[in-house]
């Protein structure tokens, strides 16, 4: 290590601290943190249920109830009394405080643990579950639940409760997506926060008073935004359940995989459960530069394709009109000899921008060898909903512009008019069914050759000489650069099915193919080599993005969610 | 003073009282008319205050020792003061008229029979705080009260003292009547505001909603009971220092006692505060017990205050030694014997009374207006009534009653507002002091018998 003085970074604007004693050590913390934040840096966990910090803070659960003191107020020339550390003797006061509501202030004292704050949890921990159905062996947030950690930890072991417990609406339709469980509801109010707060869309509320407070959907209406699920996230118990993941599986029999949502260009981040070879559920992952803490519906459902019957499991070849199966060799053999048969203004190359920064090197890298001119990729609009999803439905436009070089849609239509005309006598297809672009079969009965890779049976692999099975985004390694310039990495959750491949392994195939040069033997190679060739990803290796991502373009684009959340943040509302 | 006003035969005031308040309240010759208020020197304080310097009424009704009459006795002028001064929002005032807190029943007298006392009583206020707009937020059971103050307010709007240009000045006040929906909770103040704001009336956070900061719309917000605005107008007729005289220090002026249970003659009667003493109450005020029957336990501040028995004796720190019937009603005496004064309502019952009905009563009550917010209060106190219920009905053990002692104590001090010690406060106090009775009720042979009802549902199904 060299002992040469490092230049000092540029240092923050100066934060006021202040001094708090938490379990009896001192702690210097910004000022206007709340209690419960302090605590949990300290490593000090205070448990609790209606607390968000994406939300405002009732205060409504009791369970973060601590002990707390402050230093006496003196008397005009009175001295006051000091520990050892220094610091004024904190007078502790006789009745417990919520820790998620209230801020710090200068000599405060908390204790998270030790008699008040133990009896108090206790205490709360056995009036929650008094009512509570305790069917814990069919429900479904077992295992993740709040209500059962705490319990562990917290609670009596036995209950006191001798008499009949409230009895309220069970397997309650409040929405295409949610259900509600009544009787589970610990009435944190977390759900009614989100759909009023953050999703604009207050369906939710209580009924009824007392024990016999009922969570209810408005009259007339449905829990039905795009954005319901994220109840089920929140919901610190089993009250809130989706519909697509109820008695799927039990939570901990999944893995969990850090991983992207690639269903528009917002990149949310994201968390894959699997287990074995199947995708059980999509859940939002906290990322506070791209989705906060809050995925959409429609991203987070739409896995469902992963495990489809309809995927193909192994590359086809047509002969005499009839798909065959046939080994990866064969297919690039076969693919390969079709491109070197004619000449480059006869091929085209029809990309996706839903295909990973490597995927877009590899087939860029393609295009070059080849001197292929003919080539577009497929562009998707119109997503934008003003809370998190892009107008921009292709997840890696920004990957296309950086790496092709070229705007999504740009050449698009002289690709197409060069298949119509019959021009174009062999075509790569990746990723993307040209049937739904706009072509037409017979259109495409002109090509001399068609090779396409497809993740499921379509029309445009029906039509193709040779078919190639390709990876979900469930399935592979890789990188995209989302709407706001924010370069992500997807991670492998599951297995692909079958002989089915990333799409970079087969394109490194097909360039030693028609080239015989290579040398890649990870898509980390991948991202290694096409670093030192753009710029933007200079000095980065795919490790090196991290599981937050890496902001490296500036684009315009704001995340209308984030912007919220920052106001509300300003304001003191939430903690952010 | 009261001599010179006829009143209505049979409602003549004790001579023990001292009427301020309740002045015209069963006067023969009296209704809520303006032209009748007017008559007997209404609105003449008024005037005088409205041509006082603002911090002058506030000093006045410091300096009065004037303390909340709604429960908590907290001093009003220094609730008046905690308005930030740099505050530029608008400032509320709220009359607090959802008198709910069972036991006690002086403010619906004040409005039925004397709505431009506590009109005047709130324009002045108002005025004080620089209000331009108030409420009088009324319980749901007083629909009648409603429609005598919505008319009392019209009649003031009339004659120039609300509205434009209260009282010729360029003051502007606007007063509404806002009903309730039939909810104790509605009563906290923080639960009355949410109310007013139209949603359910959970009670607010504090900190940091504390309404003299983030009231109504998050505004410096006041919420006074109707007695103490109506004292304000006396306040001002008598000058801070001869109402001060009246009472004793710190616990000054007169109060209402609405006096129920096992006396001969129940009803409300207007005292110095500290100066009648329980027993006076009983004896003088009251008539003394229903004949044959001996006291055996005083709710002396409305329901939620804790029970005094009979017996007891209270060693004070003064060096005092009280029995029951020789407490002071006034504020510091009584929490000094462990209860409090309250909202006035003192209910008396006499050996007739089985103590484990009352709890199981006052439990009912709690477990029924519960607003259902927070955990302690939400599920302790329905689990409290369903206790209480069993050893009413006689399928309880002993340790039942020690259980029902445990769940009170889990709900005090730590719930949002103070509904959590007016649930847990009844409890505590009862099993404390009649422990050895509840526990009579009860059975120990059930003690290793009793178990979860849904247990016993359940194997009745597997069978």
């Known amino acids: 290590m060299s002992t040469a003085p490092t230049p000092v970074p540029a240092s923050p604007p100066p934060v006021d601290l202040v001094n708090v004693q938490i379990n009896g050590q001192w702690l210097k913390f910004p000022k206007g943190t709340r209690m419960i934040e302090a605590c949990r840096q300290a490593e000090a966990m205070v448990p609790h249920y209606c607390y968000h910090p994406k939300l405002s803070s009732p205060g409504n659960c009791r369970m973060c109830l601590v002990e707390m003191g402050m230093p006496p107020r003196p008397t005009p020339g009175q001295e006051l009394e000091k520990d050892e550390d220094g610091f004024a003797k904190i007078g502790w006061m006789p009745r417990p405080v919520i820790a998620c509501a209230n801020t710090i202030g200068e000599g405060m004292g908390i204790r998270t643990e030790g008699k008040l704050s133990e009896e108090c949890r206790k205490g709360v921990m056995e009036l929650l579950l008094i009512n509570h159905p305790l069917d814990c062996p069919i429900c479904d947030q077992a295992g993740e639940c709040k209500l059962q950690e705490f319990s562990v930890e917290h609670g009596n072991g036995e209950s006191h409760f001798r008499e009949e417990k409230v009895k309220k609406p069970k397997n309650v339709d409040i929405g295409p997506r949610v259900r509600l469980d009544d009787e589970r509801c610990i009435m944190c109010s977390r759900c009614i926060r989100f759909t009023a707060e953050i999703a604009d869309d207050p369906v939710l509320g209580f009924t009824e008073r007392g024990s016999f407070t009922t969570l209810s959907v408005h009259p007339g209406k449905r829990l039905e935004n795009n954005y319901s699920l994220n109840t089920v996230d929140i919901c610190p118990v089993g009250a809130l359940t989706s519909n697509d993941f109820r008695f799927q599986q039990r939570v901990w029999f999944l893995k969990e995989t850090k991983s992207l949502c690639t269903k528009c260009g917002r990149g949310c981040n994201m968390e894959i459960s699997s287990r074995e070879k199947e995708v059980f559920r999509q859940t939002p992952r906290e990322n506070n530069d791209v989705n906060s803490t809050w995925m959409c519906d429609q991203g987070r459902l739409d896995f469902h394709f992963v495990n489809s019957e309809y995927r193909l499991t192994q590359p086809l070849i047509k002969v005499d009109g009839k798909h065959q199966a046939a080994t990866w060799k064969q297919a690039i053999a076969k693919i390969a000899e079709a491109l070197k048969s004619v000449k480059p203004s006869e091929i085209a190359i029809i990309g996706s921008g839903r295909m990973t920064n490597e995927e877009l090197y590899l087939s860029k890298c393609l295009i070059r060898v080849l001197g292929v001119e003919n080539f577009a990729v497929i562009p998707r609009t119109g997503g934008a909903d003003n809370y998190l999803r892009a107008d921009d439905l292709n997840p890696n436009s920004n990957g296309v512009r950086t790496i092709w070089g070229v705007e999504p849609g740009a050449n698009l239509d002289t690709v197409f008019e060069n298949i119509t005309r019959a021009r174009a006598r062999v075509v790569l297809v990746l990723g993307e069914n040209l049937m739904k672009a706009g072509l037409e079969a017979r259109q495409l009965q002109k090509i001399e050759f068609l090779a396409s890779t497809h993740v499921l049976a379509n029309a445009t692999a029906e039509q193709s000489h040779v078919v190639l099975p390709a990876a979900t985004y469930a399935e592979k390694r890789g990188s995209m650069i989302n709407v706001t310039g924010r370069l992500q990495k997807l991670n492998k959750a599951i297995e692909s099915p079958g002989e089915a491949r990333d799409d970079w392994e087969f394109l490194r195939d097909l360039i030693l193919a028609v080239s015989g040069t290579n040398g890649l033997y990870s898509v980390d190679d991948v991202f290694k080599q096409m670093a030192g060739e753009i710029e933007l990803f200079k000095g980065l290796t795919l490790s090196r993005i991290g599981e937050l991502g890496l902001p490296i373009m500036e684009t315009s684009e704001k995340v209308p969610v984030l912007e919220r959340e920052k106001e509300r943040k300003a304001k003191g509302v939430i903690v952010g | ?463």
Request: proline share 6%; with cysteine.
């Open chain 2, 1 to 463: 003073m009261s001599t010179t006003i006829p009143y209505k035969p049979g409602k003549e005031p004790h001579a023990r009282e001292h009427r301020l308040i309740f002045r015209n309240v069963d006067r023969a010759d009296y209704d809520p008319s303006i032209d009748c208020y007017i008559r007997n020197g209404g609105y003449v304080q008024l005037k005088k205050a409205l041509g006082m310097e603002r911090q002058a009424i506030i000093d006045e009704v410091k300096k009065s020792g004037l303390r909340g009459r709604g429960g908590a006795g907290f001093p009003t002028g220094v609730k008046w003061g905690f308005i930030p001064p740099t505050n530029t929002k608008p400032v509320y005032l709220i009359c607090n008229a959802d008198e709910s807190e069972p036991g006690t029943f002086k403010d619906r007298y004040i409005m039925h029979q004397d709505p431009h006392q506590l009109v005047e009583g709130m324009i002045i206020s108002c005025f004080a705080v620089k209000a331009q707009l108030a409420y009088i937020y009324i319980r749901e059971e007083f629909p009648e009260a409603a429609i005598i103050l919505e008319k009392a307010l019209a009649e003031a709007r009339a004659k120039g003292y609300l509205g434009k240009n209260v009282g010729g000045t360029a003051y502007d006040l606007e007063i509404y009547v806002h009903r309730g929906a039939g909810a104790y909770i509605c009563g906290e103040e923080t639960g009355l505001i949410e109310s007013l704001e139209g949603k359910r009336p959970y009670p607010r956070i504090k900190p940091p909603y504390f309404p003299a900061a983030l009231g109504l719309y998050m505004s410096p917000t006041i919420v006074n009971n109707v007695e103490s605005l109506c004292h304000v107008k006396h306040i001002l007729e008598m000058g801070s220092e001869a109402y001060a005289k009246l009472g004793t220090p710190n616990n000054t002026g007169t109060r209402i006692l609405c006096v129920s249970g096992d006396v001969q003659k129940p009803g409300y009667f207007e005292v110095q505060v500290g100066h009648v003493t329980m027993g006076e109450v009983i004896n003088d005020l009251c008539g003394g017990l229903k004949p044959g029957r001996k006291l055996k336990a005083i709710i002396p501040g409305g329901s939620s205050a804790k029970v005094l028995r009979a017996d007891e004796k209270f060693k004070l720190k003064d060096g005092r030694e009280l029995g029951i019937m020789d407490i002071p009603m006034d504020f510091d005496t009584m929490a000094a014997c462990g209860t409090m004064a309250g909202s006035g309502g003192v209910i008396i019952m006499d050996d007739s009374r089985s103590m484990s009905w009352v709890i199981n009563n006052l439990n009912q009550f709690y477990a029924h207006e519960s607003c259902g917010q927070c955990t302690p209060c939400r599920e302790g106190s329905l689990w409290m009534k369903k206790i209480s219920d069993r050893i009413v009905a006689g399928t309880a053990s002993p340790s039942d009653v020690d259980e029902l002692l445990r769940v009170a104590n889990n709900i005090e001090g730590k719930t949002i507002c103070a509904f959590g010690e007016a649930c847990s406060w009844p409890t505590q106090s009862f099993v404390k002091k009649f422990r050895d009775e509840m526990i009579g009720d009860t059975k120990p042979e059930l003690e290793s018998k009793i178990v979860n009802p849904e247990t016993v549902l359940a194997a009745a199904n597997l069978v």
